[in-house]
């Protein structure tokens, strides 16, 4: 499958009135955001905690996270964001995209909205 980017505006919550945008790599392998850190601490973003995360190579590395107002394509919601290397290219991961109903087309690479989002356990056929 080849790569899917979309353009996503970072918020700081609380008294952050500085926005980053990019075009973050949509990635469903990934459950947090990711974006450098550098674009974090500008727009005001404080860490909140930090988790460890295993990287598509296998290795583990801790990182701290913040929390933010993501906006992409018209839709809105809120989660965590890792603060990753400065050199790091931003990553929207499969929380963000769930949330607000939207999945990825792996025939065509493009996202698509649910017509509904789930509220009830998915079942097997």
């Known amino acids: 499958m080849g790569l899917t980017h979309v353009t996503v ?9 500085g926005t980053y ?31 460890v995360y295993e990287l598509a190579d296998g290795t583990k590395h801790e990182y ?13 919601t809120a989660g965590r964001v890792v603060f990753g290397p400065d050199d790091a290219e931003p990553v929207l991961g499969v929380t963000a995209l769930e949330s607000v109903g939207i999945t990825v087309d792996p025939a065509n690479r493009t996202l698509k909205r649910l017509p509904a989002i789930p509220m009830k356990p998915m079942t097997e056929s």
């Open 9 to 17: 505006a970072l918020k700081g919550l609380g008294g952050s009135d």
């Open 21 to 51: 945008e990019a075009d973050f790599l949509v990635d469903t392998g990934a459950t947090d955001c990711l974006a450098p850190a550098a674009k974090l601490r500008e727009i005001g973003v404080q860490p909140a905690g930090a988790m």
């Open 64 to 76: 701290p996270f913040g929390l933010v107002q993501i906006r992409f394509m018209g839709e809105l």
